[in-house]
């Protein structure tokens, strides 16, 4: 794709030491998951949801090719991220991100797609989420993003928006991280209620935790890429446009 341009307290000191504890010895911390263990009195962060802002124009197109994929199915806006939806996670994402070769589309080009062995970040992004609402992952916990690079790249990933926090889940790295754990700008993001539109990242909303999830994964998704892969670095074009 072509250059998008850049654009409470209130726990006492033994619930804090307990959850430190617990942090350190859990082996989902491998994966990059942050907040895997919930305790009372903290806080998730979660990206907001802007005004509405133009779809990027590949999404409009790939939307008209798949509506499919760009339809409400249904269910939670939040998934409980339980042992079985974490274990889901880190599958799909290292698994498409080893199973499909990172290549830009053409200078001027900007071609959306799922389901081929080579493409770029919203083609591993898109895969992603179609095998998770494969596996009974609602439309509106998965969203596409678009964000920029501390080099000023453009860059697509799916955000999943779980009980743990919203991760995301990126083709350049196979750890799953909390949106705030990344070297991302964000920029705008699928609305939940219809993945057609888009709206503006806004600024940190805070909530409650209010699941409490402390079962443990095997899997690890920390693994480092160290093949000429990773210096792999996305060229998003983005033309805007309305939905009529």
């Not at 009980?163 to 920029?187: F, H, M, P, Q």
């Not at 209010?210 to 998003?236: G, Y």
Request: with cysteine; aromatic share 6%; hydrophobic share 40%.
């Amino acid at each position: 794709m072509a250059k998008f341009s850049k654009i409470r307290n209130g726990a006492n000191a033994a619930i804090v030491t307990a959850t430190a504890v617990v942090a350190a010895t859990n082996p989902l911390n491998a994966t990059g998951l942050s907040a895997l263990t919930r305790d009372s009195g903290i806080n998730i962060v979660r990206i907001g949801e802007g005004p509405k802002t133009l779809a990027p124009f590949a999404s409009v197109v790939f939307c008209m090719q798949h509506k499919d994929q760009c339809v409400n199915t249904g269910g939670p806006s939040i998934m409980v991220l339980d042992k079985n939806r974490k274990s889901q996670l880190i599958s799909v994402n290292k698994s498409v991100n080893h199973a499909i070769r990172p290549v830009n589309d053409k200078p001027g080009v900007d071609v959306w797609s799922i389901g081929f062995t080579t493409g770029d970040c919203e083609d591993f992004a898109l895969t992603k989420r179609k095998k998770l609402l494969q596996l009974g992952w609602s439309s509106e916990s998965l969203r596409i993003a678009v964000a920029t690079t501390n080099s000023g790249e453009g860059h697509a990933i799916l955000i999943a928006k779980t009980s743990e926090g919203d991760l995301v889940l990126d083709n350049r790295i196979d750890a799953i991280r909390d949106w705030r754990k990344t070297d991302l700008r964000w920029v705008m993001a699928q609305t939940g209620i219809n993945p057609k539109y888009w709206a503006k990242v806004t600024a940190n909303v805070e909530e409650p935790q209010l699941v409490s999830v402390r079962e443990t994964v095997s899997e690890t998704a920390e693994i480092k890429r160290k093949n000429a892969t990773d210096e792999f670095r996305p060229n998003i074009t983005v033309t805007f446009a309305y939905f009529q």
